[in-house]
């Protein structure tokens, strides 16, 4: 983290700002209608994708709360299964969940995301050879983001998306990541 002012976002802020968010999703796509997450005042990502060795520094969703459908595009590119190499639409809750959490520790954190979307096929490899995988995973759905930032304890990240009380958080200290989703509020 630099050594510049951030804000760090409290639950109450968060809520604030969500209520102010929902506010301009009227008139958006379907995709984006249904948002329960808001945003938080900035929609940037910088992504390193641990599989392929890309990196994606991006602004995917402006102040007034407009989402960039080519940025949106290139993070479901860079959180493809590298595994078959399709990519999903990925749910803008997860993105927006990672960018949250980022933002609670500082912002400017590089994101090194070690599973975004799986194929059914990988999913299923992964099922076969470890402990912990679900079969019906949120991953497959584009609605999972699995991820470590260097520097920063996994149990702070951990932490810091407790907080936000959103979406599931597992945390996997021995792996050392943290696995966020945009389901309901629950923990692991």
């Not at 945003?39 to 060795?53: F, Q, W």
């Not at 078959?84 to 954190?109: S, W």
């Amino acid at each position: 983290m630099s050594g510049s002012t951030h804000h760090h976002w409290t639950r109450r802020s968060f809520l604030k700002a969500s209520l102010a968010s929902a506010f301009l999703l009227v008139g958006k796509p379907a995709w984006a209608q249904d948002l329960i997450v808001p945003p938080v005042p900035e929609g940037r990502l910088a992504l390193y994708n641990t599989h392929t060795s890309e990196r994606l520094d991006i602004t995917y969703r402006d102040p007034s709360g407009q989402y960039d459908p080519d940025a949106l595009n290139a993070l479901n590119h860079l959180l493809r299964c590298h595994y078959t190499n399709r990519a999903t639409e990925m749910d803008v809750r997860v993105i927006e969940f990672v960018n949250a959490v980022d933002k609670q520790l500082g912002g400017d954190n590089e994101i090194h995301v070690i599973s975004g979307f799986r194929s059914p096929e990988y999913n299923r490899l992964l099922v076969r050879k470890r402990r912990g995988v679900a079969r019906h995973s949120l991953h497959l759905a584009g609605k999972a983001i699995d991820f470590r930032i260097p520097g920063v304890s996994p149990n702070l990240i951990k932490k810091a998306a407790l907080d936000l009380k959103y979406g599931g958080v597992g945390y996997y200290p021995r792996r050392g990541f943290v696995h966020l989703d945009s389901g309901t509020f629950r923990h692991w």
